[in-house]
């Protein structure tokens, strides 16, 4: 599948309306479990996390916190060493890693995942790309 990312880069406009215990962004998910996604963005009690799985193991990105009913810019880049967070232009944080997503057959979905856990608010201009951006993402 030509959405199964090796390397990437998500960037996309979110304004949450409500937090939720899980609320789904973006993604190729596997089956329910963190080290079956290939990658994914979600919001749990008001913070943004990102995931990477290669099917034995996951990867998580440093989380960020949002504020209801504002605008937030975030970004999720990741290569076979590395794995960076923005939000709203700032750098959050990096991590080491070397894993490479695990590819699978699921859809992309936007918005809500394969078990539903709908995003309460509104997404906009969402890109993703097949490689590791390496420029400032503010």
Request: proline share 3%; hydrophobic share 40%; glycine share 10%.
């Amino acid at each position: 599948d030509s959405l199964d990312l090796e390397s990437g880069t998500i960037m996309f406009w979110m304004k949450p309306s409500a937090f939720e215990d899980f609320a789904f962004v973006v993604g190729k998910p596997g089956y329910g479990a963190g080290k079956d996604n290939n990658y994914l963005v979600f919001v749990r009690n008001g913070f943004v996390r990102s995931v990477l799985g290669d099917g034995a193991s996951e990867i998580s990105a440093v989380n960020a916190d949002l504020v209801l009913d504002r605008w937030h810019h975030y970004a999720l880049k990741w290569n076979d060493s590395k794995l960076q967070t923005y939000i709203d232009g700032q750098f959050i944080g990096e991590i080491a890693q070397d894993l490479t997503p695990l590819e699978n057959t699921d859809s992309l979905y936007i918005g809500k995942g394969i078990s539903n856990y709908p995003f309460n608010g509104a997404i906009d201009n969402l890109k993703l790309y097949n490689k590791f951006i390496n420029k400032n993402l503010k």
